[in-house]
Nanobody, 120 residues
Framework: QVQLAESGGDSVQAGGSLNLTCLAT????????MGWFRQSGGKEREQIAT??????TAYADSVKGRFTISKDRAKNLYLQMISLKPDDTAMYYC???????????????WGQGTQVTVSS
């Protein structure tokens, strides 16, 4: 059974940095996509960064240049966030799926989320 568990969320001031971690267990697919989403208020969940089995990454324009996604051989997922802004305040979710990252509805598994709050 695949389980994803996020950690690292916190409250920081604007301009600060945070590192999120997603520990993945039970994930054995050779072709996969993993990524980070975020959701705040009444907004739709937003895909912000993905990485595939070949370490090809992609970012939403809203985080490009400030966030860095990475993974290790155990398929644990990381998100380094710098130059944080109040608009980055959201619940951040880890996701995994056994499709290509550019496929529709590629997510098969979700974590429970970790809260990031950025104050001005």
């Amino acid at each position: 059974q695949v389980q994803l568990a996020e950690s690292g969320g916190d409250s920081v001031q604007a301009g600060g940095s945070l590192n999120l971690t997603c520990l993945a267990t039970g994930y054995a697919y050779s072709r996969y996509c993993m990524g980070w989403f975020r959701q705040s208020g009444g907004k739709e969940r937003e895909q912000i960064a993905t990485v595939d089995a070949d370490d090809i990454t992609a970012y939403a324009d809203s985080v490009k240049g400030r966030f860095t996604i990475s993974k290790d051989r155990a398929k644990n997922l990381y998100l380094q966030m710098i130059s944080l802004k109040p608009d980055d305040t959201a619940m951040y979710y880890c996701a995994a799926g056994h499709k290509y990252c550019d496929a529709d509805n590629w997510v098969n598994y979700w974590g429970q989320g970790t809260q990031v709050t950025v104050s001005s």
